[in-house]
């Protein structure tokens, strides 16, 4: 079985391989030295596990992502997205069109209303198509959870890395698919203001 690494982060050593004679992506979740045995055992699988979870939630709810081919204890199978990581395309100083915003807004809230917040919200875990279709990657710090809090971190993430104008399509599509928007986007204000706070002080 052929098999390349094509990213080594904080977490996970990401192959691209071939599996069921599909082609795959392989999140292989390695030992962390500097954590006790039996507790980075427990973290390693568990996050295998919610990312293989939320990943197949938001496949079955319509937001673009990878499907799930096999989950072992700490090793995911997706299929491979044939795309560019949006974060790059920023880089190259490429356009990112509205629509796009759009659509990666109304996927965000489409995740929010199945309870998932993604964790790590970024450009660099947003996929782009030949098409100029955005899928969401990167699950890993995913949690299906009802914090306010946790689904406002992700907007915040997001507008961090984004231009005021591309935010605005965003949020605009957010908010009209989100259910719960007026209490994370109140949510959102507040934590940005504690930012400033802890900036001054
Ligand atoms: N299903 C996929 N298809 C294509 N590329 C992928 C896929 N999953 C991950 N990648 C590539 O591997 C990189 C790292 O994967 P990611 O899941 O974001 O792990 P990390 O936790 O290291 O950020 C991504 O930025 C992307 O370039
Ligand atoms: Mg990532």
């Known amino acids: 079985m052929a098999i390349r690494l094509i990213a080594k ?35 390693r699988a568990a996050r295998t596990k919610s990312e293989a979870k939320t ?13 799930v081919l096999l989950v072992k204890r700490y090793q995911l199978y997706t299929t491979y997205i044939e795309g560019t990581r949006m974060s790059s395309l920023m880089q190259q100083g490429k356009s990112i069109g509205n629509r796009l915003m759009s659509k990666v807004g109304k ?23 030949a098409k100029g279709e955005p899928w969401v990657i990167d699950f890993g710090l995913s949690s299906i959870s009802d ?43 507040e934590i940005e203001k504690r930012g400033r706070y802890n900036e001054r002080a």
């Open 147 to 189: 914090s306010i809090e946790e689904k406002a971190f992700d907007l915040l993430l997001m507008k961090r890395s984004i231009d005021c104008k591309s935010y605005a399509y965003f949020v605009e599509s957010y908010s009209s698919k989100a259910s719960a928007s007026k209490a994370i986007l109140a949510r959102l204000s």
């Open 9 to 43: 982060g904080a977490e996970a050593e990401v192959y691209r391989t071939r599996i069921f004679d599909i082609d795959a992506i392989l999140k292989d979740r390695k030992p962390k030295a500097y954590r006790i045995r039996e507790l980075d055992e427990n973290i």
């Open 55 to 67: 990943t197949y939630i938001a496949d079955s709810i319509g937001v673009r992502v990878p499907n």
């Open 107 to 129: 996927y965000l809230g489409m995740l929010h209303n199945a309870g998932i917040a993604h964790g790590d919200f970024t450009p660099a875990n947003i996929l782009i198509d």
